[in-house]
């Protein structure tokens, strides 16, 4: 099946450091890929739609200066989360959208960024 | 965009058949439906995906009606290892891309 990956897993950083995640999808070009925020015992939700080459779109009551989306190549995206604070720690999980052979066009999700800021 | 409702837990025993049923009154025409698993601090994993009457794989079948305002996900024989949270998504276009909105899936146990 399709893997997408994450690095890294687990991040621990100080209050108003930035911390970088990166997604790569491992056997498919990702045109799209999506970062989602889930906190505990919560739904995923999603934060931005990242799109190759362009700038991402972000949802409703997502700071796009504070949760910066790069996607620079066709298989990785980056979220950095700039000047973190507490209330950032979360887990966060990326998407990318492809096609594996016999399926329809679906989302492949990472295995996510677990992100505690002291 | 498309919004689905499930239920909120469910509890089953080891050998059971589990089915879980989500609504969807709202899909539209092209929307397809997926299920997904999420055990804790993992991303979702993808189970299964269809967009009219029944679709199985090696883990799991989808049977969606006719109207295809709802869908059930069946999971045959069930183990320890399936409880986990299972989440039922509507595909909706936005400007070209396809974005998932999570509900609040369900939450199934499963009791030795």
């Known amino acids: 099946g399709a893997v997408v990956s994450q690095h890294p897993s687990r991040v621990i950083c100080k209050s108003g450091t930035s911390v970088k995640i990166e997604c790569r999808s491992l056997d498919f070009q990702a045109t799209t890929m999506f970062w989602y925020r889930q906190f505990p015992k919560q739904s995923l939700m999603l934060m931005a739609t990242s799109n190759e080459g362009s700038k991402a779109t972000y949802e409703q009551g997502v700071e796009k200066d504070k949760f910066l989306i790069n996607h620079a190549s066709l298989t990785l995206s980056t979220l950095t989360v700039t000047s973190a604070h507490p209330e950032d720690s979360s887990f966060y999980i990326c998407?990318?959208?492809?096609?594996?052979?016999?399926?329809?066009?679906?989302?492949?999700f990472g295995p996510g960024t677990r992100l505690t800021v002291l | 965009l498309a919004k689905t409702t499930q239920p909120v837990s469910m509890d089953s025993y080891e050998g059971q058949e589990v089915n879980i049923t989500c609504s969807h009154n709202?899909?539209?025409?092209?929307?397809?439906i997926t299920w997904y698993q999420q055990f804790p601090s993992q991303g979702p994993r993808f189970i299964i995906q269809?967009?009219?009457t029944k679709v199985t794989n090696e883990v799991a079948s989808l049977f969606i009606p006719a109207d295809r305002k709802s869908s059930t996900l069946s999971l045959p024989r069930v183990s320890l290892s399936d409880t986990a949270v299972y989440y039922c998504l509507v595909g909706d276009e936005v400007g070209g891309n396809e974005k998932l909105t999570f509900g609040t899936g369900t939450r199934l146990t499963i009791i030795p």
């Open positions: 998407s990318a959208r492809g096609w594996l052979a016999g399926a329809t066009d679906t989302q492949y």
């Open positions: 269809g967009y009219k």
């Open positions: 709202n899909i539209a025409t092209n929307d397809y």
